[in-house]
């Protein structure tokens, strides 16, 4: 059976250690995948403009918007799962119909990036984990679907790993996940690569 370790050097309080934990179960999956580039925009009334010329995106492209939080100028907010509905050289348009997620719009002029949603093929049961980890080159944005239904949206900051182990006192937020697809978009400019690793039991 195969086995998975998350090894770290932890500086805190004004000491040092490392950590190191492991666990074995029936069954593992990994991903790497490059996730194309966003492009740099400015929120609009009825969608996003001031893009570049040549952007790429049509009509009914499913998109996210992502944007820093002008209040603290770092939190990073995403409105996820937009329709495109119209396009023109420098500009897009879409409403909330179909209704979209996430964070409410910010007011418009501010500076946003819009990103094409990669699909990635995931099948496993939230509830049978073990071990997972995931980390991204780029900030980004992941969510957990099983046909209509999403769970767990995740929002990676540049280089910096989320992990659950089980075992470890804290719950286990993919309980009741049946993951069939990751929807993954990325919040910069360049591409960006997300990794995923999970190990988990069969029953």
Do not use: C
Request: proline fraction near 4%.
């Amino acid at each position: 059976m195969p086995t998975a370790q998350i090894v770290s050097t932890i500086s805190v309080g004004g000491v040092e250690f490392a950590s190191n934990v492991s666990r074995t179960a029936e069954g593992q999956i990994s991903h790497v995948v490059v996730i194309p580039a966003g492009a740099a925009g400015k929120r609009a009334a009825d969608g996003v403009d001031n893009l570049v010329t040549g952007h790429g995106f049509v009509t009914s492209n499913v998109i996210d918007v992502h944007w820093t939080d002008p209040t603290d100028g770092v939190t990073h907010k995403v409105r996820r799962g937009l329709t495109v509905d119209g396009a023109t050289a420098n500009a897009i348009t879409f409403d909330e119909t179909p209704p979209a997620l996430g964070d409410t719009f910010p007011a418009v002029g501010t500076d946003v990036v819009i990103s094409l949603i990669t699909g990635i093929g995931s099948v496993w049961d939230g509830d049978l984990l073990e071990m997972i980890a995931m980390k991204a080159t780029g900030r980004l944005m992941a969510e957990f679907w099983d046909g209509g239904v999403q769970y767990v949206p995740q929002k990676l900051a540049t280089e910096q790993a989320l992990t659950w182990v089980a075992g470890q006192g804290v719950t286990n937020p993919y309980t009741g996940s049946p993951v069939a697809v990751i929807r993954v978009s990325n919040g910069t400019i360049v591409a960006v690569t997300y990794t995923l690793g999970l190990l988990y039991q069969s029953v």
